[in-house]
């Protein structure tokens, strides 16, 4: 990718389950906010331009990141992805492409988002993608007989050939800023849900003639995001195995990881 990095971090939801009156993206996985850790992978991708789009909480969320050189701004009413997308719109450079990540996505690696960049350029937008043992509730990557992505489609939206696909969509894109602005007004709510999904992006992208590109994500864990406190757990106790392997990898003897 040639193009100039811009980056959005969507943060606005509640996490009503997990049952707490922090805003989701504050609590902490290995004792660091998550939406802190998704904003220091970030700027290891060199970003020109970062901004969090928040909502449910925000004053708590800027007020704990203040010292975090980023700018913020409020999506009110959670309308869906498009939607809060729309909210950063104004702070967008047009002649970059915008990367899209989520708050309470705390695990995915800046090599994996390189990988996604590099597939991309002015006239191409890409999705990141993953194969997972249970797709249920997540959105489908639908293929065409050559392989090509033709949509992604949601759970609730899905026919039952379609929800036997196991490769989802992560929700991460990346898409430049002047088509971004062309097409996130012609994304319509009618969905099961009557919310502006992102992922119309694909389908509005075939229409123009614009290629849509993947990148695999290998790692299930880098794409999982948290909405209770049971992830929450699940991914603490995979980030402090990844942690142990790295020490070990570096000349460190554990001898019962389980207990690190």
Same mark, same amino acid.
Request: glycine letters at 6%; one cysteine or more.
């Given at each position: 990718?040639?193009?100039?990095?811009?980056? &959005? &971090?969507?943060?606005? !939801?509640?996490?009503?389950?997990?049952k707490s009156a922090r805003p989701k993206v504050l609590h902490r996985l290995a004792g660091k906010?998550?939406?802190?850790?998704?904003?220091?992978?970030?700027?290891?991708?060199?970003?020109?331009?970062?901004?969090?789009?928040?909502? $449910? !909480?925000?004053?708590?969320?800027?007020?704990?990141?203040?010292?975090?050189?980023?700018?913020?701004?409020?999506?009110?009413?959670?309308? !869906?992805?498009?939607?809060?997308?729309?909210? /950063?719109? /104004?702070? $967008?450079?047009?002649?970059?492409?915008?990367? &899209?990540? @989520?708050?309470?996505? #705390?695990? =995915?690696?800046?090599?994996?988002?390189?990988?996604?960049?590099?597939?991309?350029?002015?006239?191409?937008m890409g999705v990141l993608t993953c194969v997972v043992d249970n797709p249920t509730g997540l !959105?489908?990557?639908?293929?065409?007989?050559?392989?090509?992505?033709?949509?992604? %489609?949601?759970?609730?939206?899905?026919?039952?050939?379609?929800?036997?696909?196991?490769? =989802?969509?992560?929700? $991460?894109? /990346?898409?430049?800023?002047?088509?971004?602005?062309?097409?996130? #007004?012609?994304?319509?709510?009618?969905?099961?849900?009557?919310?502006? @999904?992102?992922?119309?992006?694909?389908?509005?992208?075939? /229409?123009?003639?614009?290629?849509? %590109?993947?990148?695999?994500?290998?790692?299930?864990?880098?794409?999982?995001?948290?909405?209770?406190?049971?992830?929450?757990?699940?991914?603490?106790?995979?980030?402090?195995?990844?942690?142990?392997?790295?020490?070990?990898?570096?000349? %460190?003897?554990?001898?019962?990881?389980?207990? %690190?």
């Amino acid at each position: 990718m040639n193009l100039k990095l811009n980056v &959005v &971090v969507l943060a606005a !939801g509640k996490g009503t389950r997990m049952k707490s009156a922090r805003p989701k993206v504050l609590h902490r996985l290995a004792g660091k906010p998550l939406l802190l850790h998704v904003l220091d992978t970030a700027r290891k991708l060199e970003c020109a331009n970062l901004q969090v789009v928040t909502g $449910f !909480g925000s004053e708590a969320v800027e007020q704990e990141l203040a010292s975090a050189d980023t700018s913020f701004v409020l999506q009110e009413e959670q309308l !869906g992805t498009a939607h809060a997308v729309q909210q /950063a719109l /104004a702070g $967008f450079e047009d002649d970059a492409v915008a990367l &899209v990540l @989520y708050g309470d996505v #705390p695990l =995915i690696k800046a090599d994996t988002l390189k990988a996604l960049l590099y597939e991309v350029d002015a006239d191409s937008m890409g999705v990141l993608t993953c194969v997972v043992d249970n797709p249920t509730g997540l !959105g489908r990557i639908i293929r065409s007989e050559s392989g090509q992505i033709t949509r992604i %489609v949601e759970e609730k939206d899905a026919s039952e050939s379609e929800k036997a696909v196991d490769e =989802i969509n992560t929700g $991460f894109m /990346a898409i430049p800023v002047n088509l971004l602005k062309k097409w996130l #007004p012609r994304i319509q709510a009618d969905n099961a849900q009557r919310e502006y @999904y992102l992922t119309d992006l694909v389908e509005l992208a075939i /229409a123009d003639g614009i290629a849509v %590109v993947t990148s695999l994500c290998q790692d299930q864990a880098e794409i999982a995001g948290i909405n209770d406190r049971v992830q929450l757990a699940e991914l603490e106790r995979k980030y402090q195995n990844s942690m142990n392997e790295e020490l070990m990898i570096n000349g %460190v003897s554990v001898a019962a990881t389980s207990r %690190v």
